[in-house]
């Protein structure tokens, strides 16, 4: 990612902090792990795509994937999402609350929202959003603080790995519903 495109993000964050969390665009790093741990699965929803860091390595890492839906309610970085060029891709400019009805089919999701922030302001929708990840194989929550206890209210297994060589440092959740905690390590 070059420094123009890290500019752009943090003008972005500055406009509409709550939606982001962070002025800092995910690392190749954190991409490079959340990719990994979609492989697998075959129809893939991104909540909070952003500039598309996320979404172009999971594309990439993952071949066999049939679809991915990334969702993006920023304008400007919806925008920078439709540069990329993937017949698997679907971009939707909408809220992540209303995934479902974009998606009723889909086996992984991938949230890079900023649950915790959200919560404070409107717990209906968090509520929703998870209430809705619930039926996916895997849910995969990459974020920057380290609480996991909303997650548990949500999922049965939940595991996280952090990733340092990101800026600020990132967690990885992976979470599941389905079966026992080695059915949940699936690859």
Request: glycine letters at 4%.
């Amino acid at each position: 990612m070059g420094k123009k495109a890290k500019l752009d993000f943090a003008i972005e964050f500055i406009k509409h902090r709550e939606e982001l969390g962070t002025p800092f665009a995910s690392s190749r790093y954190l991409a490079r792990a959340v990719a990994r741990e979609v492989s697998g699965y075959k129809r893939v929803v991104e909540l909070g795509a952003g500039q598309g860091q996320v979404t172009r390595r999971i594309l990439k890492e993952n071949p066999d994937l049939v679809s991915l839906t990334a969702f993006e309610i920023i304008p400007e970085l919806f925008e920078d999402l439709l540069q990329i060029n993937d017949s698997r891709l679907t971009i939707v400019s909408a809220s992540a609350e209303n995934f479902i009805d974009y998606v009723p089919d889909f086996d992984c999701v991938v949230s890079g929202l900023p649950l915790t922030t959200m919560f404070r302001k409107s717990r209906e929708i968090v509520d929703k959003i998870l209430s809705d990840s619930r039926s996916a194989q895997r849910y995969i929550q990459y974020k920057y603080f380290p609480s996991k206890r909303l997650l548990k209210d949500y999922f049965e297994h939940v595991r996280g790995s952090m990733i340092w060589r990101n800026v600020p440092p990132a967690l990885i959740y992976v979470c599941s519903n389905n079966g026992s905690e080695s059915s949940f390590l699936k690859r």
